[in-house]
T-cell receptor
């Protein structure tokens, strides 16, 4: 049984460009959350999608947007990239909005903005 | 504002000893506290979850305690092995008003020497 799948694994973009990251949740999971992890730091919550709607959002600007599809997969879009957006972007899935059984994370997409 | 602190220094211990990691938090009343393991270049892997009304939870060589008065959790790995070397993340999950956002500490790196 595949866990959370993220693509691409690595990406290099130029300042000002736009990027789309993709996530397929673990089988049986219907909720997807996105996190940004800078080097040496813990992950920071970006937003959570459930039933194709953004249910909760962290302290990130509107340049960060997302989408969830009927098959529960999700995309994270970042516009007008800044150097500070360079990070590991993690997708986590769970069943239901509030999991009491932990979250399943993907291996992440390493985004480098130059 | 909400703040979570983990041992900032890396923890180096000898194989066979017990590793104890600390997670302290302020300005927060979590419903759940979770511990994750993260290896370099990989996403976090869920280890244990403890609820606010639980004092202790165990899973094989792992033990977590949760003191809501002290606002502290301790994470113990007994009979540690070199394979336990990784970064360990503490994460808080809020109450009824918080649908699923995890707030992470910065992580503690554990090195177990043979």
């Amino acid at each position: 049984d595949a866990g959370v799948t993220q693509s691409p694994t690595h990406l290099i973009k130029t300042r000002g460009q736009q990027v789309t990251l993709r996530c397929s949740p673990k089988s049986g999971h219907d909720t997807v959350s996105w996190y940004q992890q800078a080097l040496g730091q813990g992950p920071q919550f970006i937003f959570q999608y459930y039933e194709e709607e953004e249910r909760q959002r962290g302290n990130f600007p509107d340049r960060f947007s997302g989408h969830q599809f009927p098959n529960y997969s999700s995309e994270l879009n970042v516009n007008a990239l800044l150097l500070g957006d360079s990070a590991l972007y993690l997708c986590a899935s769970q069943s239901g909005q509030r999991s009491r059984y932990g979250y399943t994370f993907g291996s992440g997409t390493r985004l480098t903005v130059v | 504002s909400q703040k979570i602190e983990q041992n900032s220094e890396a923890l180096n211990i000898q194989e066979g000893k017990t590793a104890t990691l600390t997670c302290n938090y302020t300005n927060y009343s979590p419903a759940y506290l979770q511990w994750y393991r993260q290896d370099p270049g990989r996403g976090p892997v869920f280890l244990l979850l403890i609820r606010e009304n639980e004092k202790e939870k165990r899973k094989e060589r792992l033990k977590v305690t949760f003191d809501t008065t002290l606002k502290q959790s301790l994470f113990h790995i007994t009979a540690s092995q070199p394979a336990d070397s990784a970064t360990y993340l503490c994460a808080l999950q809020g109450g009824s008003s918080n649908t699923g956002k995890l707030i992470f500490g910065q992580g503690t790196t554990l090195q177990v020497k043979p």
